[in-house]
């Protein structure tokens, strides 16, 4: 039978509970036990889809196609688990599905109430893939406390009955601030999350605690006294420099020995090898790498997660600390500032986006990555800026654009995709999920892949029109990547540049700590040559 651990969150949010699930979920796995995880957002949007980056961060796109939280990013990369739409439901699918029941007749007469089909429908998601695991992680998104979190904690709390207490374990992380004027820290909020989760129904068996500082003997006595967690079962999250070290700080404290007490399994020795080797590489550089990531969203830390994980594994398997420098595409990009703002990186990533804010700003960089032999990488949008800064700088096709920004373009180089045509709905209704690609011989793209099939993932509208494929090779682009039947281009490349790519799909959601993404190694490898032919030697 299946064990089930739920991690809540208490105190307040941006705790960093989808890293501490993720982390939960590497050390089980890395027992040997079959692990997946699942994130429960409360808010009534049926995915993030449709959200701002500026709201919820980056939206993380899954193989099967759905767009979900970016905390699932966090577990792919943690457990190397590639996940499906089981693993992320919002209160909005939750609704939907139980009003469109209604309208279907299933409840057969009945009042329809928030308990039980709204709690009986969480259940139902919750336990959908038990069937295919050892152990299943679900982590409900907000904070106790918080009025549109109550039907999930009251269907994990339900769950308990039903499954009973040897395969349920509740998880509760809280933070221990530190008060600077009094020279403390201060138990207070975490007492109080765990009554407001007791008045409920949900007594937590484990605590994991943030804090700035250390805790002493007084602390862990004082939490695990006034939470009624026993004492060793109070765990010191201790803030630390990179998110990859905390499944070492929670190893340390013994957690999976935990986890494994209360479910009555057997506590394996962990296989951390290769994720230590990654730690290792990671904070023994050798030299460091400056990486330009242009987009409209870089005033929010996590609109562009995935892509910055990425450049991280990326570097750290290169033994190089990654610097980045954030560049607001809105800025008005005359030569002058590019030149000051990109003079002294070695490499630039235009990576995905929406609307025309920015885009002006974006060709312009491409441009300037084109001109001035700097490794460039393109990701979706990125991809399509650099196609359209070809048209037009290169081909002499004035105001080449995408429909999406200039719907009269003369000409559109980058147009709406033919499936996408009569769609009329935003929600989920981009191209999304995986799709295979075909990769041309002699191409870096299948130098850095080193096969000729690859797999990846989409989430866009637009598309290279074909129409222009034939002037913009004979100009010298290179196009080395296509759908299977040949007729949607998904890779571009330039022979006369160091390295030049754009990609139609986003390979930074399949990046991992210790399987660095090959089109980021090989990008993180370029603008380390380029580093190291600029700096001027001491
Ligand atoms: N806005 C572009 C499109 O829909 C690019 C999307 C993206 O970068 N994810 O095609």
Same mark, same amino acid.
């Given at each position: 039978?299946?064990?089930?651990?739920?991690?809540?969150?208490?105190?307040?949010?941006?705790?960093?509970?989808?890293?501490?699930?993720?982390?939960?979920?590497?050390?089980?796995?890395?027992?040997?036990?079959?692990?997946?995880?699942?994130?429960?957002?409360?808010?009534?949007?049926?995915?993030?889809?449709?959200?701002?980056?500026?709201?919820?961060?980056?939206?993380?796109?899954?193989?099967?196609?759905?767009?979900?939280?970016?905390?699932?990013?966090?577990?792919?990369?943690?457990?190397?688990?590639?996940?499906?739409?089981?693993?992320?439901?919002?209160?909005?699918?939750?609704?939907?599905?139980?009003?469109?029941?209604?309208?279907?007749?299933?409840?057969?007469?009945?009042?329809?109430?928030?308990?039980?089909?709204?709690?009986?429908?969480?259940?139902?998601?919750?336990?959908?893939?038990?069937?295919?695991?050892?152990?299943?992680?679900?982590?409900?998104?907000?904070?106790?406390?918080?009025?549109?979190?109550?039907?999930?904690?009251?269907?994990?709390?339900?769950?308990?009955?039903?499954?009973?207490?040897?395969?349920?374990?509740?998880?509760?992380?809280?933070?221990?601030?530190?008060?600077?004027?009094?020279?403390?820290?201060?138990?207070?909020?975490?007492?109080?999350?765990?009554?407001?989760?007791?008045?409920?129904?949900?007594?937590?068996?484990?605590?994991?605690?943030?804090?700035?500082?250390?805790?002493?003997?007084?602390?862990?006595?004082?939490?695990?006294?006034?939470?009624?967690?026993?004492?060793?079962?109070?765990?010191?999250?201790?803030?630390?420099?990179?998110?990859?070290? +905390?499944?070492?700080?929670?190893?340390?404290?013994?957690?999976?020995?935990?986890?494994?007490?209360?479910?009555?399994?057997?506590?394996?020795?962990?296989?951390?090898?290769?994720?230590?080797?990654?730690?290792?590489?990671?904070?023994? +550089?050798?030299?460091?790498?400056?990486?330009?990531?242009?987009?409209?969203?870089?005033?929010?830390?996590?609109?562009?997660?995935?892509?910055?994980?990425?450049?991280?594994?990326?570097?750290?398997?290169?033994?190089?600390?990654?610097?980045?420098?954030?560049?607001?595409?809105?800025?008005?990009?005359?030569?002058?500032?590019?030149?000051?703002?990109?003079?002294?990186?070695?490499?630039?990533?235009?990576?995905?986006?929406?609307? #025309?804010?920015?885009?002006?700003?974006?060709?312009?960089?491409?441009?300037?990555?084109?001109?001035?032999?700097?490794?460039?990488?393109?990701?979706?949008?990125?991809?399509?800026?650099?196609?359209?800064?070809?048209?037009?700088?290169?081909?002499?096709?004035?105001?080449?654009?995408?429909?999406?920004?200039?719907?009269?373009?003369?000409?559109?180089?980058?147009?709406?995709?033919?499936?996408?045509?009569?769609?009329?709905?935003?929600?989920?209704?981009?191209?999304?999920?995986?799709?295979?690609?075909?990769?041309?011989?002699?191409?870096?793209?299948?130098?850095?892949?080193?096969?000729?099939?690859?797999?990846?993932?989409?989430?866009?509208?637009?598309?290279?029109?074909?129409?222009?494929?034939?002037?913009?090779?004979?100009?010298?682009?290179?196009?080395?990547?296509?759908?299977?039947?040949?007729?949607?281009?998904?890779?571009?490349?330039?022979?006369?540049?160091?390295?030049?790519?754009? #990609?139609?799909?986003?390979?930074?959601?399949?990046?991992?700590?210790?399987?660095?993404?090959?089109?980021?190694?090989?990008?993180?490898?370029?603008?380390?040559?380029?580093?190291?032919?600029?700096?001027?030697?001491?």
């Amino acid at each position: 039978m299946a064990k089930y651990i739920f991690v809540v969150g208490g105190v307040l949010s941006s705790l960093g509970k989808g890293i501490a699930t993720a982390s939960i979920g590497l050390l089980l796995k890395s027992m040997g036990y079959k692990v997946v995880l699942q994130k429960f957002d409360p808010y009534l949007n049926v995915d993030p889809g449709t959200m701002s980056p500026f709201q919820h961060g980056e939206i993380f796109v899954t193989d099967d196609g759905a767009e979900t939280d970016l905390d699932l990013g966090h577990y792919e990369r943690f457990t190397d688990v590639s996940l499906t739409r089981h693993s992320s439901s919002s209160a909005g699918q939750v609704y939907e599905t139980v009003i469109q029941n209604e309208r279907r007749g299933v409840y057969q007469g009945k009042t329809v109430q928030v308990i039980p089909h709204i709690t009986d429908e969480i259940k139902h998601r919750i336990r959908a893939l038990e069937a295919d695991y050892d152990i299943i992680i679900t982590e409900i998104g907000g904070t106790v406390g918080d009025i549109e979190s109550l039907p999930f904690l009251e269907a994990v709390r339900q769950l308990r009955l039903d499954l009973g207490y040897k395969n349920t374990l509740y998880i509760m992380l809280t933070y221990v601030p530190y008060i600077k004027s009094a020279g403390e820290l201060k138990t207070k909020p975490s007492q109080h999350s765990a009554y407001k989760l007791r008045e409920i129904g949900i007594q937590p068996e484990i605590l994991l605690c943030r804090s700035e500082k250390p805790f002493g003997k007084e602390i862990y006595d004082k939490i695990a006294l006034f939470t009624n967690v026993p004492r060793e079962n109070v765990i010191n999250a201790i803030d630390v420099k990179s998110v990859y070290e +905390c499944p070492i700080t929670f190893k340390n404290a013994n957690l999976h020995k935990l986890i494994c007490q209360h479910f009555e399994i057997e506590c394996r020795p962990l296989n951390l090898r290769s994720w230590n080797k990654f730690l290792t590489n990671s904070q023994d +550089c050798v030299d460091k790498v400056t990486i330009a990531i242009c987009g409209k969203y870089v005033r929010h830390q996590d609109a562009y997660k995935s892509v910055e994980e990425a450049l991280v594994h990326s570097a750290a398997w290169h033994r190089l600390k990654l610097q980045i420098k954030w560049i607001d595409s809105e800025q008005n990009f005359k030569f002058a500032l590019l030149n000051r703002s990109l003079q002294d990186v070695d490499g630039i990533l235009i990576p995905g986006g929406f609307g #025309v804010r920015g885009i002006e700003g974006k060709i312009a960089i491409a441009e300037y990555a084109r001109t001035h032999k700097i490794p460039y990488f393109g990701i979706c949008l990125g991809m399509q800026v650099a196609v359209i800064e070809f048209a037009r700088h290169i081909c002499h096709l004035k105001d080449a654009n995408s429909t999406e920004f200039d719907p009269k373009t003369p000409h559109p180089v980058i147009h709406l995709m033919e499936e996408q045509q009569y769609v009329e709905m935003v929600g989920g209704t981009m191209r999304l999920g995986a799709y295979s690609c075909k990769l041309k011989r002699g191409t870096l793209a299948r130098k850095a892949y080193g096969k000729v099939l690859i797999s990846e993932r989409h989430r866009h509208r637009y598309e290279f029109n074909n129409a222009y494929r034939e002037k913009l090779e004979s100009k010298g682009l290179t196009f080395s990547g296509f759908s299977p039947d040949g007729l949607l281009v998904e890779i571009i490349e330039l022979p006369a540049h160091p390295f030049y790519i754009g #990609v139609q799909f986003h390979p930074e959601f399949k990046s991992r700590p210790n399987k660095p993404h090959p089109l980021f190694r090989e990008f993180i490898s370029a603008a380390y040559q380029y580093h190291q032919s600029h700096s001027t030697p001491v």
